[in-house]
């Protein structure tokens, strides 16, 4: 079966990096492991596993610092010493519109600030039953001081923009991020156990419409759950085929 993503335009599409799958370490060129018995290379477990991961990276280099307020609130900077054009490719105002700090009721721990990343646009969706897992780059990230904040979502009753939440686990370190940079990871999964392929969809009117609805009823409060109990009312009414393929001339990002 094949899900469906869309760009909205949040970000240009041609700074993006698309989704992409998550690559299997190849076997075959390593001598060492060609006639081994003890490797996971045929391991069905792991190759299920990893067969519906995606890569989410970021398309632009930054570096942000936390700091303590004088009302003891946390804010966001961008380092000015010793940070060189290529670790900050955008201007300040710009950078720092891309995260949000939540307020400190929103924390676990008055110590550690839940942040929100502006760096992925994308909106994904499927015409049947599929989830998708939004986990830690646990393989690629090492050094971070950030946790990440997962979920699970059924992307066919419940069509969603990416949510990149954070917990900044380590205030003592700046947080930097080089284009390229893996943010996280996403598993598609299908309760009839199907393969899933993700593949690009246009961003269409009624993508934005419904977009734009579920903001709209998230931002005045109209239902403690709006998900919960909007949920078959919105796929009723929706067109019952958003996944349609869209053509490509040249690949979305240039790395």
Known sequence: MKAGFAVSDQLPDYIL???????????SENPLYQNSRATFKNCPAYIQYFSGVYIIRSPISFTFRVFLMKDERYGMEVPQIGCTSEENIADTEFLNSLIQVHEPDEWYDIKKPVIQLSLAPFFFFADEECYMEQLPAFNHTKDSPLLSVPGVFNIHKWPRGMSLAYIWDD?????????????????????????????????????????????????????????????????????????????????????
């Open 171 to 255: 205030i003592e370190k700046p947080l930097a991020v080089k284009r390229g940079d893996p943010l996280c990871y996403l598993k598609f999964s299908s309760p009839k156990h199907k393969k899933v392929k993700l593949v690009e969809c246009e961003w269409t009117l009624e993508m934005q419409k419904y977009q734009a609805a579920l903001s709209f009823i998230k931002s005045k409060h109209l239902f403690s759950n709006p998900m919960q109990t909007l949920m078959q009312r919105s796929l009723d009414l929706r067109s019952k085929k958003w996944v349609k393929e869209k053509k490509h001339l040249t690949k979305m990002a240039v790395r």
């Open 17 to 27: 990096y698309p989704p992409e799958k998550y690559p299997l370490p190849d076997f």
